[in-house]
């Protein structure tokens, strides 16, 4: 929600750039206040970096969102926000193939 790729001592564009490749898996979803000048240049350059992987139209999503709201403001605001993260966290994390491992440990469980 509205990325800050000028984190001090941390690379936004060089982490993208690594972890954006099919091979991870890893799904992204960027999104941006439409009238917020601030985040919506930097939300849109990361988009872009991220999309340039192959086979990305299934793994990455930008959208913008009205007003200018930034980061978590966007929460509760009736923007839709919320409906588009758990659409998004359903086929990327809920559907995934594999097998569930829980690591709690065995006292902390109840079986």
């Known amino acids: 929600i509205s990325p800050d790729a000028s984190v001090p001592g ?11 490749e099919p091979l991870f898996g ?3 979803f ?3 206040g439409a009238s917020d000048s601030l985040d919506r240049g930097a939300a849109k350059k990361l988009y872009t970096q991220l999309s340039s992987a192959q086979d990305s139209s299934e793994r990455m999503y930008f959208k ?4 200018k709201l930034r980061g978590t403001d ?4 009736r923007l ?13 994390l809920k559907k ?7 690591r709690r440990p ?6």
């Open 106 to 111: 065995r006292y902390d469980r109840e079986e």
């Open 26 to 28: 890893v799904g992204f």
């Open 30 to 32: 960027v999104c941006t």
């Open 10 to 20: 941390v690379s936004g564009a060089r982490a993208a750039v690594k972890i954006k």
């Open 74 to 77: 966007m929460l509760g605001k």
């Open 64 to 67: 913008e969102y009205p007003g």
């Open 80 to 92: 839709g926000l919320e409906l588009d993260i758990l659409k998004f966290l359903d086929k990327h």
């Open 96 to 102: 995934l193939s594999g097998e569930w491992s829980d």
